[in-house]
């Protein structure tokens, strides 16, 4: 072989070796997809339904500043970019996590109580307010450092025609469902209540601005609610909560 086919062939090995992961936040699998399937060093590919997986951060990084990240919708739709801007203040604390949205239209919007520290709903807001997490015999609680908080999500009833479950924060231990992490990925289950996808959640924003948390009864980016996006939430072990 002459230098130059030798020169020539190294480069095509190297493209190929590029293109077999896949980059942040693009796809990753899904039913009929013929791409990566792997993900760039410290990105997890992460199912999000039978049709969409999604190359996800692996959980750890570090604090603030500014960046710009290209995202696309778990829903199928175009991608879009986002700016990002400073991150919060807060250290997290040990074995603590925070839980973020990482897909527009809820790009690193942190979960929390609606009124910061209290018995209100549970709601995605700023990183500047962002709350801290742990999940302990199926409970997620806030603040599990000092007064804790519980996620309890509203009760199922049978034959409603419910869509979604609303979830708050109470001073109690949640009476039904189970949360979980699967990789990264928050989930929650109930042996009573039959949903297609435990990782998918409803965002939805009342009339007050407040991106309204809510488990969703259906699979992930089919039939979403009016005026809800379909999301899948996840921990990050950051020392701060970054935008």
Same mark, same amino acid.
Not at 73 to 94: D, I, R
């Given at each position: 072989?002459?230098?130059?086919?030798?020169?020539?062939?190294?480069?095509?090995?190297?493209?190929?070796?590029?293109?077999?992961?896949?980059?942040?936040?693009?796809?990753?699998?899904?039913?009929?997809?013929?791409?990566?399937?792997?993900?760039?060093?410290?990105?997890?590919?992460?199912?999000?339904?039978?049709?969409?997986?999604?190359?996800?951060?692996?959980?750890?990084? +570090? =604090? /603030? *500043?500014?960046? @710009? &990240? $290209? %995202? #696309?919708? +778990? =829903? /199928? *739709?175009?991608? @879009? &970019? $986002? %700016? #990002?801007?400073? =991150? /919060?203040?807060?250290?997290?604390?040990?074995?603590?996590?925070?839980?973020?949205?990482?897909?527009?239209?809820?790009?690193?919007?942190?979960?929390?109580?609606?009124?910061?520290?209290?018995?209100?709903?549970?709601?995605?807001?700023?990183?500047?307010?962002?709350?801290?997490?742990?999940?302990?015999?199926?409970?997620?609680?806030?603040?599990?450092?000092?007064?804790?908080?519980?996620?309890?999500?509203?009760?199922?009833?049978?034959?409603?025609?419910?869509?979604?479950?609303?979830?708050?924060?109470?001073?109690?231990?949640?009476?039904?469902?189970?949360?979980?992490?699967?990789?990264?990925?928050?989930?929650?289950?109930?042996?009573?209540?039959?949903?297609?996808?435990?990782?998918?959640?409803?965002?939805?924003?009342?009339?007050?601005?407040?991106?309204?948390?809510?488990?969703?009864?259906?699979?992930?980016?089919?039939?979403?609610?009016?005026?809800?996006?379909?999301?899948?939430?996840?921990?990050?072990?950051?020392?701060?909560?970054?935008?």
């Amino acid at each position: 072989m002459t230098k130059s086919l030798a020169i020539a062939a190294s480069a095509l090995l190297f493209a190929g070796l590029a293109s077999a992961q896949a980059g942040q936040y693009a796809q990753c699998g899904g039913q009929g997809w013929g791409g990566a399937t792997t993900c760039v060093s410290g990105w997890t590919c992460t199912y999000v339904n039978d049709w969409y997986s999604q190359c996800l951060p692996g959980g750890s990084g +570090g =604090g /603030g *500043g500014s960046s @710009t &990240t $290209t %995202t #696309t919708s +778990g =829903g /199928g *739709g175009n991608p @879009t &970019t $986002t %700016t #990002t801007a400073s =991150g /919060g203040t807060a250290t997290l604390a040990p074995g603590n996590s925070w839980i973020r949205a990482v897909v527009d239209p809820n790009f690193h919007k942190y979960l929390r109580s609606e009124t910061s520290g209290t018995t209100s709903p549970a709601v995605l807001g700023e990183p500047s307010t962002a709350a801290q997490f742990q999940i302990t015999g199926g409970q997620l609680i806030q603040n599990p450092g000092g007064t804790p908080l519980y996620a309890v999500v509203e009760p199922f009833v049978s034959g409603s025609g419910q869509v979604k479950l609303a979830v708050s924060w109470s001073k109690s231990p949640a009476p039904a469902g189970d949360f979980s992490w699967s990789g990264d990925t928050l989930m929650w289950s109930d042996p009573t209540v039959t949903r297609p996808q435990a990782n998918a959640w409803l965002v939805c924003p009342d009339a007050d601005g407040n991106r309204l948390l809510y488990v969703n009864l259906g699979p992930y980016g089919y039939q979403t609610p009016a005026g809800c996006a379909d999301q899948t939430i996840h921990a990050y072990t950051g020392s701060t909560a970054t935008a």
